[in-house]
């Protein structure tokens, strides 16, 4: 809420210290204690530590300590589609497309509207030189979604890409209908203008 990062950070890390190693002894009854405090801290809670630490260790680019938040997380809550893209983000990020895939398509499965799930597909689908798939993902996500800005700024890139510039125009003039105060409309078509 204050955007202050590092302090939100720390105290993430800090929570997760408590959790997974109370005294930093490492001791044997390590694993019942942590049994305890997760107990007391109910799955929800448990599953949001998770997820917050996985998203401050992947914002710094520790991509192995956010996969195993997001992946504990999940086998907590195997039909939780965010927590299933963002692990998918590690994986693009880490450059592993083919496991990324695999978890879009999972959480697609789950929720085929996940309109998270459509935006970061298309976005692995660009960088694999899927294209005209990439133009599927943020075509059905704009049909769900009519008002996303996020998608419609996409698929202009989308069409620039295929030297669809009249598209591209089109749907930059669509994206400021829905927000006439976007930078990033401007943006998105001074690049079309370059």
Not at 108 to 122: I, M, Q
């Amino acid at each position: 809420f204050e955007k202050d990062f590092a302090r939100a950070v720390k105290d993430f890390d800090e929570a997760f210290a408590l959790v997974e190693d109370k005294d930093g002894s490492g001791e044997s009854d390590h694993d019942e204690v942590k049994k305890q405090i997760v107990t007391a801290m109910g799955n929800d809670d448990y599953c949001r530590l998770l997820e917050w630490c996985g998203m401050c260790k992947h914002l710094r680019f520790d991509l192995k300590g956010a996969l195993e938040c997001y992946e504990r997380c999940s086998e907590l809550e195997p039909e939780n589609t965010e927590i299933l893209v963002k692990r998918a983000g590690v994986k693009m990020d880490g450059s592993n497309h083919t496991d990324a895939d695999a978890l879009f398509s999972d959480a697609l499965a789950l929720n085929p509207t996940a309109s998270d799930a459509l935006l970061h597909r298309a976005n692995l689908r660009m960088l694999q030189q899927r294209v005209a798939d990439s133009e599927t993902d943020l075509e059905t996500c704009i049909r769900l979604y009519p008002n996303n800005l996020l998608a419609r700024l996409r698929l202009a890139t989308v069409c620039m890409a295929k030297e669809d510039l009249d598209g591209a125009k089109r749907m930059l003039e669509k994206a400021e209908e829905y927000d006439p105060d976007s930078s990033e409309v401007h943006c998105y078509r001074g690049e079309l203008h370059f």
